[in-house]
């Protein structure tokens, strides 16, 4: 007989081990995960500490590079270059500048304007030994020197713009300081293209001013070339609104920004930054501290304390005989109604000046007068200048009559301050004092040049002006047109010329006021054209991650 066999113990068993071998190939997978996962995220971590440090290293040139500009006005005269350790990581980086050109800049808010620009391509190396990782980034970094009359108005402190007539601003608008915009009623204040503020862009009147607020339109052009009003219900929008940064950003699809869109400052590449008359200071005060950043040492030819030189050949030769003799140049005195008191100029007859053989091979003049009492500088009969010309002033400058009107020339007047004449001004006294000002009449005067000066603060109820009234004026005006082409650029307070803007001895002209257009074009520029400098990061990329194999050796 056949015996059944019921006893199922050793199936058990071999169950039992199969699950037990299964958990374990189960277990060990999970194990060897678990390791995969921390040798991942270790070599992430290693990774992220070389990335790091290598965009440090970027990081690092950029920032020598631009204190080398703000130090020394000048590119750096040896490449940032180093090998040095971070962290145990060692980190290598080098820079290759490339050749300085011209062109169109694209990004950011001077997108648009012509510059000259220094490119500099950056590679940063960060190498972990103890983890043989390896991560190398490059970079491209740009210095954009922008020549400041591309600006149609700059104002290196607070800018106030009221009109009281129908304005349209054709040009780029920039404040280092806050930016306060209005029109009288019944009148619009209009832009064209992008206005910005290192401050903020507020409308109505700067505090202190004691003028009032109007409530006629201030349009600006969208990035789609339509006008959009500031104009918010009954309000406007402005850096007070609380949805400021949203609503303008759509409003104008960019071409407003201030300090919220994190608009930077734009400064002239001076010795020092903060004080932008030391470019219209003399090279040497008597001080024993010289300044470097003096339009003076740019100049062929240069009047100082009554003394006119020449450069020729490299050295200075005195030609105040002669420059007299021609009639080029003589001493005037009249009475400044704004200062209440005499200036006395330095009377420069362009024409006279074009033709004497002392008009400056490069275009830059420069003057300078310590002189008792008010001193100046006065140009006229300048309808035709001749060739570019630059006239830098540590005083302020007048002008008389038509300006650079016949074969127009580059032409800039860079001063403490500046005064528009008509070409029927009268030096006499009872012309100059006269408190009546309708007994100073003027004629209608065109004028083409770009300027930089100064003005006064907005304070203790005292109104600067504003831009309407940046350049000065002592004539009655009313009915006569200023007809004027340039740049507007407005850099320090005037230092020479201390007398507070009012109207009761002058009226405003009727203003046809325009940017020139030709100065978008880097060889219209006037000699010794002022640059505001940008530096531009164009980004970065990663160009290697690597690890190092160890290699292995038999024993």
Not at 227 to 241: C, E, F, I, N, P
Not at 461 to 487: A, M, Q
Request: overall charge negative; glycine content about 10%; aromatic content about 10%.
């Amino acid at each position: 007989m056949y015996t059944m066999l019921r006893n199922n113990r050793g199936i058990a068993l071999f169950v039992a081990l199969m699950l037990t071998l299964m958990l374990s190939i189960i277990g060990l997978g999970i194990i060897k995960s678990s390791n995969d996962e921390v040798a991942i995220a270790g070599n992430e971590l290693n990774e992220m500490k070389c990335f790091y440090a290598a965009e440090a290293g970027l990081d690092k040139v950029t920032s020598l590079i631009q204190s080398q500009y703000d130090t020394n006005e000048l590119p750096p005269t040896i490449s940032p270059a180093e090998t040095t350790s971070i962290g145990g990581i060692s980190l290598s980086y080098s820079t290759n500048p490339q050749a300085t050109t011209t062109r169109t800049l694209t990004k950011g808010t001077l997108a648009g304007m012509n510059a000259f620009v220094r490119p500099y391509q950056i590679l940063s190396t960060a190498y972990d030994s103890s983890h043989n990782t390896t991560v190398a980034l490059e970079e491209y970094f740009e210095v954009a020197s922008v020549p400041i009359f591309q600006f149609a108005i700059f104002y290196d402190n607070d800018l106030e713009i009221a009109p009281g007539a129908n304005m349209v601003v054709s040009g780029r608008v920039h404040s280092n300081g806050n930016l306060y915009l209005q029109s009288e009623s019944g009148v619009s204040l209009s832009f064209d293209s992008y206005i910005t503020a290192y401050g903020d862009i507020l409308h109505g009147r700067k505090p202190g001013s004691g003028m009032s607020v109007a409530n006629g339109d201030v349009l600006i052009k969208d990035i789609g070339g339509t006008y959009q009003s500031m104009k918010q219900g009954t309000g406007w929008l402005d850096a007070a609104d609380s949805y400021w940064y949203d609503t303008a950003a759509a409003r104008w699809g960019g071409r407003v920004q201030d300090a919220a869109f994190g608009q930077e400052r734009l400064t002239l590449p001076l010795e020092n930054p903060d004080d932008p008359h030391t470019l219209i200071d003399r090279y040497d005060d008597g001080s024993g501290t010289y300044n470097s950043s003096s339009m003076e040492l740019e100049a062929d030819l240069k009047i100082v304390d009554g003394v006119a030189l020449y450069k020729s050949g490299g050295s200075w030769i005195d030609v105040t005989s002669a420059l007299t003799t021609c009639g080029a140049l003589k001493t005037t005195t009249f009475y400044d109604i704004r200062e209440t008191q005499n200036a006395t100029v330095y009377d420069i007859d362009v024409a006279k000046l074009s033709t004497s053989g002392y008009f400056p091979p490069n275009g830059i003049m420069y003057t300078a007068d310590d002189g008792s009492g008010l001193r100046g500088t006065r140009l006229y009969n300048a309808t035709s200048i001749g060739a570019p010309f630059t006239l830098a002033s540590e005083n302020p400058v007048y002008t008389k009559g038509n300006i650079n009107t016949t074969s127009k020339q580059p032409m800039a007047i860079i001063a403490d301050a500046l005064t528009i004449l008509s070409g029927n001004w009268n030096d006499g006294t009872y012309y100059t004092t006269n408190t009546d000002k309708t007994k100073r009449v003027p004629t209608s005067t065109s004028a083409n040049f770009s300027y930089i000066t100064g003005n006064k603060n907005s304070a203790g109820s005292v109104y600067s002006g504003g831009l309407e009234n940046l350049p000065r004026f002592l004539e009655h005006w009313t009915g006569k047109t200023l007809t004027y082409r340039g740049s507007m650029i407005n850099m320090w307070l005037s230092e020479k010329t201390t007398g507070i803007w009012s109207g009761t001895y002058y009226s405003p002209p009727q203003r046809d006021w325009q940017f020139d257009t030709d100065l978008l074009d880097l060889t219209k520029l006037p000699p010794g054209t002022p640059t505001v400098r940008a530096f531009i990061r164009w980004g970065w990329k990663q160009v290697n991650v690597g690890y190092t194999v160890a290699t292995m050796t038999a024993e």
